[in-house]
């Protein structure tokens, strides 16, 4: 049998395994031009979040008795398609799902040469390609410029300061821990990290970096942008990736907040979707391969055993419980 984990009611503030059912169905069989794909790695990924709430986004919305949207790496398991053989290593968009036939364009390749196949949906996947475009296309940093990532341990955040550090940039991590703070400095070469859960953000910023911020990553919004903002230096950048610090309020934040500090710096920002690059995402998942095989980054994954513990990571993803890349490993 196939299992597939669905939207069973809508979430009001944090989720709850309430607000998650398991449905079976008997395995698929692909149709001609179609693949039989088996999961390995599903990506579990704060979008999901959104993609729970009702209202205006670039996706629909969920609605209850819907597979939760997501992305897995698989193997394929039948082909009905000259296109794939049977072993290939894809990823497709088929949500959390042991099991799917679909057509064969939609299971995308997965380059075993490139890295092990669970970074087809981390390092070298969304997450990855989030970093390298939000930095280099819309941040644009300078060598010598302060660049502030929030959320800094994470899948996008870890990549984005050490793409910084190859670009020559003085970089410095906001997470939420001493562990998180340690490692992004001590592993991952940051020059300086803040943990907002016990530091004084802008107090620590303003001392590490007393010319300011030029560039500021933001994965999270809330308070850690806040103290962010009081620090931009002229003519400074903020990229807006994430504001993960709000997805699970019932009611949006009302704001901006603190754009004064706009005004007195000159500062640009700009939202962006990791779409908006997909036609040279292949470009960068090859630089990025070739950064991890040179050791000049590096990743670091938090991996779930088992397909029913689904629910139960991604609340904690939005509480800051993973540490890295989160996945759920479904099957060998
Ligand atoms: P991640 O950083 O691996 O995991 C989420 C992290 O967010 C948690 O571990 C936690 O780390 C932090 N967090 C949770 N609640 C927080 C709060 N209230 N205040 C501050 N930090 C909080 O996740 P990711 O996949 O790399 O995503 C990071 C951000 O990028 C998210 O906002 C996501 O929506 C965004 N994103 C955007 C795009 C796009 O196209 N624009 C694409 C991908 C991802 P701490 O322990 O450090 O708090
Ligand atoms: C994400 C956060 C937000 C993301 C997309 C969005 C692809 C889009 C939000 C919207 O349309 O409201 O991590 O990842």
């Known amino acids: 049998m196939n299992r597939?984990?669905?939207?069973?009611?809508?979430?009001?503030?944090?989720?709850t395994a309430e607000n998650f059912a398991i449905v079976e169905?008997?395995?698929?069989?692909?149709?001609?031009?179609?693949?039989?794909?088996?999961?390995?790695?599903?990506?579990?990924?704060?979008?999901?979040?959104?993609?729970?709430?009702?209202?205006p986004s670039y996706a629909t919305p969920l609605q209850e008795g819907e597979v939760m949207t997501g992305e897995v790496v698989a193997v394929v398991e039948k082909s009905e398609s000259p296109s794939h053989k049977v072993g290939d290593t894809v990823r497709a968009g088929i949500g959390w799902q042991?099991?799917?036939?679909?057509?064969?364009?939609?299971a995308k390749p997965v380059d075993p040469d490139l890295g092990p196949v669970s970074t087809g949906v981390g390092i070298l996947g969304m997450p990855g390609m989030t970093a390298y475009f939000g930095l280099l296309e819309v941040l644009k940093p300078r060598a010598g410029?302060?660049?502030?990532?929030?959320?800094?341990?994470?899948?996008?955040?870890?990549v984005v300061g050490q793409i910084g550090k190859i670009n020559g940039c003085f970089v410095i991590g906001v997470a939420g821990s001493d562990e998180k703070c340690k490692y992004i400095v001590d592993e991952l070469g940051?020059?300086?990290?803040?943990?907002?859960?016990?530091?004084?953000v802008s107090a620590e910023l303003a001392r590490l970096s007393p010319t300011g911020v030029d560039c500021y990553f933001d994965n999270v919004g809330g308070p850690v942008s806040d103290a962010v903002f009081e620090n931009l230096a002229l003519k400074s950048r903020v990229a807006i990736c994430g504001q993960i610090s709000q997805y699970n309020a019932a009611t949006p934040p009302q704001g901006p907040r603190?754009?004064?500090?706009?005004?007195?710096?000159?500062?640009?920002?700009?939202?962006?979707?990791?779409?908006?690059?997909?036609?040279?995402?292949?470009?960068?998942?090859?630089?990025?391969s070739n950064w991890i095989k040179d050791g000049s980054i590096k990743y670091k994954e938090d991996v779930v055993d088992g397909f029913e513990n689904a629910p139960e990571a991604f609340i904690g993803l939005l509480a800051g419980k993973n540490f890295g890349k989160l996945l759920v490993k479904v099957s060998e």
């Open 258 to 288: 603190n754009m004064g500090a706009l005004i007195r710096t000159r500062t640009t920002v700009e939202g962006f979707l990791v779409y908006d690059f997909e036609l040279q995402h292949e470009i960068a998942r090859v630089r990025i």
């Open 98 to 106: 042991e099991w799917a036939a679909i057509p064969a364009h939609i």
């Open 25 to 55: 169905s008997p395995i698929p069989e692909p149709k001609h031009g179609e693949v039989l794909i088996r999961t390995l790695y599903m990506s579990l990924d704060p979008y999901m979040r959104g993609r729970m709430r009702s209202g």
């Open 190 to 200: 940051f020059d300086g990290a803040i943990n907002y859960k016990t530091q004084d």
């Open 4 to 15: 597939a984990w669905t939207m069973a009611s809508r979430p009001s503030g944090e989720p």
């Open 145 to 158: 410029d302060t660049l502030a990532v929030s959320a800094a341990s994470g899948a996008v955040g870890a």
